[in-house]
């Protein structure tokens, strides 16, 4: 499938023709610094006057390759013209009435759509908030209301949000914490399948999974808490900040046997990893059988418009009226675009994703067999990780050496984000072509070259 950036007769290669950051950025990055929140990470200097597809072009006119999709969010690629099309004649329409108080067609039409093809039952009901943390928290609610029970378990390395429950349920930084605490109270971590590789020495990534749900009910249901007070696990189907980490059928499938045999409920956050990236519509439907009893999307939701739904049977959500709203949630415009989302997902880009995550993935592979601190390569779809490490014999984990690679790729015209402690994630727009991955790659061998 062509990239459709083709459609703007846009260039689809990444050209830097200043140094950088240019001039313009320069002065844009001083008054960013001056205004903005400190607290905001940001890395290399890269500014965006314009995106197209998975082009974006900086405020100097460079010209890049974004495998980055501004934090996996534009799934159909920047400004995809149909989805532009369909904001513009929303936004003529109606930009906001409040869809927690009246009625819109929009809202509902994009609910049945989540409801009928997140997996299991289609008979759900969906709570729209604006973001992944709205969505989660709306879950973490939702699993409250609904058991009468006050614990959660989640996972090491996992990320939810920055709202103080998803906050609580998440365990990525502790700088996220910082002067924060305390927390929402009753929240338990145990280890996610793959970091049991580092701890506890588990050979196969099915001899981890079974000491993670061993720990659950060995230690945490034995010494901490009784699982009759935990409301529900929350858990990436594959951990995104946490390192792109997929974990084995067994675990996803034993946690939810765990949650049913304890009456726990299971959340799957899929905020990074839904809405086709993983070559699945949703991510849960990479584990055959796991029915999650709720489901949260946000980021490529909606191609980049704010948007985050929690999704649940409908015996689940059970709320009353008043229980839970927010003003902005399921705004007319964020679900116009959504609809469209799924329409470009379901008839073509899930295809794309299908090709070309195998392409890049193998591209990547080919790499580390040559360069001997990838790691490890792994992911689905178009959710793939590298991790950096000093040498494949140490399997020292390098996280200077995985920033300076980041940082110089970016430098060449190639946009890469890090995550977890020393890896390197590609989530591109679902619309990146074989040409784009011959680009990325060959910058990232150039940089990789260049290290030594
Ligand atoms: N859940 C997951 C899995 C995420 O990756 C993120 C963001 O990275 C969130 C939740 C939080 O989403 P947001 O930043 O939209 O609140």
Redesign the pocket.
Known sequence: MRNHASLWEGAIQPHIQTELPGPKTKALIEKDSHYLSPSYTRGYPLSIKRGYGAMVVDMDDNLFLDYCAG?AVCSTGHSHPAVVQTIQEQSAQFLHMSGTDFYYTVMAELAEKLATTTPGTPDKKVFFGN???EA?EAALKLARYHTGRKGYISFYRS????TFG?MSVSASKSVQRKHFMPLVPGVFHAHYPYFYRDIFKSETPEACAEACLNYIEDYIFKLLTPPDEIAAFIV?PIQ??GGYVTPPPSFILGLQALARKHGILIIA?E??AGMGRTGHLWASQLYPGFEPDILTS??GLASGMPL?ACVARSDVMNWEPGSHATTFGGNPVSCAAALKTFELVENGLLDNVRVQGPYLKARLQALADRYDVIGEVRGEGLMLGIEIVESKVSKKKAPDLRNRIVDDCFYHGLLILGCGENSIRFSPPLVICEEQTDSAVRILETVLQQLH
């Open positions: 934090i973001s992944g943390t989660n990320f939810h949000g920055r998803s990436e995104g900040e956050d905020v990074q946000a980021k985050g």
